[in-house]
């Protein structure tokens, strides 16, 4: 039933956030937004505000709280200005298909025109960002705003969820109408896409029939909460399963059918076993090509020779980076579940048979694949490879954490080694890898699961473009714990740099002398109010890392690890196209950073 009542513009937004379940918001409370955030404390609608420290992490905390959860918390930015210095921020959402809502207000209207100018930049409504958004709304009305705030939220969460900005000019905040609200179901889709039926039997056909089916799990199976369904149809089919990188965890890693991540920083398991498939089934991934570049087994071009079955909830992502034999546009879960219930225990025991050998090459290729892991895993070298303390943190922490993953060499070894068994408890920003992003996206993780423990796990270079933001942990008492790998630079990139070009620039920190350079960051933790220990020894590891695991409060544990390589095991080169100068050939120079 819809009722009317006498509310202020802002009072509006927040009573729009209220209904639709938003927890939490983070931003600055900048005047061009003074309304909104003001409009927060409001009785009824209270919502606890987070200020950050840079406009960026407010959409990173926001995207790393809808990846934990599912649900939407905003961003409430002041002014164009804010959106701008957002859109990095704004893109890594949409690259990976997460949810956020971005308010923002305005400028002044009765500011002259010259100030108003010198002031303020052109509105990110005027179209400069539409591809890094999923839609841009903009309030002209105080009467049109309830149905625009009904319309970001239907946006932003129907088909494949993506960032919606709402902008709200200052004129419009402060103002005050007689408005109709309508209780949030009343607007919004109910229900989810369903497959054809003559599409579910094609599919299942070409499963039934196939010797070595693979299922291919991406991001959204785990958007579509499609994790047991898919576990489920892995065991009828006695299929293997692969992961892409946002995929990660849509089945536990320990179970027998897991073959792991493909692509070059992948496990060779799963490589292999999808380069000799003759089915695939891809699941919630727009197969790009950055999930499968570079491996020297030929994964550039696996998906060629296979029948593939593509299912996703965005039809224009079907047959788009590959030929499908069977696209089906519809919601993860309900594919997964119809292909169950279409599968008889005739079928099944069939497959028991069938593919037993299979099976045993799978098993075969998981040991092997361990073993190397292992030699990574229990190397006690110091400084230390990244791999052994990862080993360590994934004992001492419980089943059920969410680590959050920088990009770098960290979110590859991450991705190869660290098991996660659970959806949702392995995020990071797999398209983008973008610097910045762990931080406050921790922080939104732990927000939505109190409950869980949230560990971010980061590189030296990541952790400086966002480490201000353990200010917000101590002052809201936000218990993330933080471990930074420290080699004092960039090394994936130096590593990169060095491998195609024979040399390196900007991606060591060093001072003149040519001696690395480095803060002491766990020093610089306990003034920020975290407990906080530096590791430079293997007796160190474990003590260090269960203290932060158990303190009350936020903690970082600095662990110094090599510079020598960035860790990962590579199946294959960068394949990277490298320039030809004058006098010497590709690739040339000295490997000494210039």
Known sequence: MEFTVKLTGGQIVAKALKAHGVHYVAGIPGY????????????????????????????????GYFRACGRPMAALLPTAIGVSKALGSIATAFADSTAVLVISGGQLSHLPQSLSADTSVRSPHSGHSLGVIKAQLQASTIGNLPALMYQAFNTMLSGRPGPVSVEVPIAIQVASAQVCFDPPNTRMPTGRIAAQKGQIKRALQLLVKARRPVILAGGGVIAAEASQELTALAERLFAPVVTTTNGKGAIAEDHQLSAGPIGQSGSPCANQLLATADVVLAVGSRLAN??????????????????????????????????????????ACNVLADLLAELSPQQCQGFSQARTTYLEELGALREVWEARLGLDRNNDASPFIVQRPLAELRRVLERDAIVVVGAGSVQIAVRQMFAVYMPRSHLCSGSFGSLGW???????????????????????????????????????????????FNNSGYVSLRDGQAEVFGRHLGSEFNLPDGKPYSPDFAEVAKHFGLEAWRVEHASQLQPALQKAVNSKGPALVEIMTTRGSAGAVHQGGLHFPAPVYDGESAGAGSTASR
């Not at 003074?34 to 905390?61: K, Y």
Request: with cysteine; glycine share 8%; hydrophobic share 50%.
């Open 438 to 484: 762990a931080v406050p996206a921790a922080i939104g993780a732990k927000l939505a699961m109190p409950a869980r423990q949230v560990v971010c796990v980061v590189g030296d270079g990541d952790f400086l473009q966002s480490m201000q933001e353990m200010a917000v942990c101590v002052m809201h008492t936000i218990p993330v714990v933080f471990v930074v």
């Open 32 to 63: 061009g937004s003074w309304a909104m955030v003001d409009a927060l404390l409001a009785p009824g609608t209270e919502i606890p505000f987070i200020q950050v420290m840079q406009e960026q992490s407010a959409v990173h905390m926001a995207d």
């Open 290 to 331: 950055t999930l499968q570049e570079g491996w020297e087994g030929g994964v550039v071009s696996a998906l060629a020779h296979v029948q593939l079955i593509q299912v996703d909830v965005d039809a224009h992502e079907i047959g788009r980076n590959h030929r499908v034999e069977v696209g089906i546009t519809a919601d």
